[in-house]
């Protein structure tokens, strides 16, 4: 591996996320530069859409600017100098009353920087990989920015639901297609990319139903997905954004900016929970996912099995949370995560307590 790759998908890679990262060394040698490119891309494509204080229209051209450039439509240089400097900072105003949770954000702000002022280097890995590799990775990453784009238009006019002060309007999805629509563009995609590019190159000939696996691969990623709006609902109506359709409110006589007050907890909490549910049944479809790959496959088996297990885990945690306490996100302690992974690797071996390790993960359920 060159200098410059192993710096980008090792170094980097870690101080943008240590947690994927952790699933990142788990794969194989042979699809773990690919993955961990496509998820650097992503998370430079993340950057730029999230850089709240570059107006939306600027956001927007950056997004189409890097995917042409990805999709190998376009040659010209990049300069995301602009978004560089100040996406550091770029939530700071909304996220300041937040407080552990922004600073939990903002301490990533200098690897994101770096990250977009290096996104030529990360492009120029992309060129290295074989034909096949190359238009997998502008799928999905094509996919993810739509969905990036998506939710720019969407939510980016909106004001901070906090502004002056003030109780502003809540903007939110419409209906629950428009939510699943969401999970797969940027999440379900990445299960769907992982599944092909795992199975390209490391059991191509395995006897497995190929629709099935991309179907399970698909909830996969939509179930993290889940997990991740529904833990980070108090942040996102601070931001004036809502994930819970519309719809799902209205039958319970409620709007958007109702959310805003905590006593409406009782009457939401019903469709919240219904989300959960919705969310862990994708993760054990994620499970399902994980056991039908072949037992040899350990590396990719455990790969999968610790955001599956830490997710499920999380949505237990989420289903006794106070829904608006802000300052305190629901989140699995490293040592938790540290046991779950020394757990999976010391049971894998052990087919029968290794499948019990979902199950096991969700723990006590509260009483309803």
């Known amino acids: 591996m060159a200098e410059t790759e192993s710096d980008l998908l090792r170094s980097l890679l870690r101080d943008v996320s240590r947690s994927f990262y952790l699933t990142l060394r788990a794969l194989p040698k042979s699809v773990r530069p690919q993955i961990g490119l496509a998820y650097l891309l992503a998370r430079a494509t993340d950057t730029i859409a999230d850089t709240e204080i570059v107006p939306v229209d600027e956001r927007l051209e950056a997004l189409a600017q890097l995917q042409a450039r990805i999709l190998g439509s376009s040659h010209g240089r990049l300069d995301f100098s602009r978004f560089a400097a100040v996406s550091g900072n770029a939530r700071s105003e909304a996220l300041s009353a937040l407080g552990s949770e922004f600073r939990r954000r903002s301490s990533r702000g200098d690897a994101e920087r770096l990250l977009l002022a290096r996104v030529e280097d990360a492009l120029t890995i992309l060129l290295t990989f074989s034909n096949d590799d190359r ?102 109506l601070k931001l004036g954004r809502c994930y819970i359709p519309s719809e799902k409110l209205a039958e319970i ?82 040592q938790e995560v540290r046991n779950l992974i020394i757990r999976s690797v010391l049971l894998f071996p052990m087919p029968r307590l290794w499948r019990g390790l979902f199950e096991d993960a969700k723990g006590a359920r509260p009483q309803t």
């Open 135 to 236: 238009a997998r990775i502008r799928d999905v990453l094509s996919t993810i920015t739509s969905g990036q784009e998506l939710d720019l238009r969407r939510f980016g006019g909106s004001p901070h639901a906090e502004s002056a002060g003030e109780r502003c309007k809540i903007v939110a999805l419409e209906t629950d297609a428009e939510l699943e629509d969401y999970t797969y563009r940027v999440a379900g995609c990445v299960g769907e990319f992982w599944s092909k590019m795992c199975r390209a190159h490391l059991f191509p000939t395995a006897p497995l139903d190929e629709k099935t696996l991309l179907q399970n691969g698909i909830a996969f990623g939509k179930g993290l997905q889940l997990v991740n709006i529904f833990r980070d609902l108090p942040a996102d």
């Open 253 to 334: 006589g409620l709007t958007p900016s109702d959310l805003l007050t905590p006593k409406c907890e009782s009457r939401l909490r019903p469709v919240y929970d219904g989300y959960l549910d919705r969310a862990e049944a994708y993760l054990a479809a994620g499970w399902t996912y994980t056991n039908s790959l072949p037992f040899r496959c350990a590396r990719v088996r455990l790969a999968c099995a610790w955001p599956l297990l830490i997710g499920v885990k999380t949505i237990t945690r989420l289903r006794s949370a106070n829904l608006f306490q802000s300052d305190k996100p629901v989140k699995i302690t490293r």
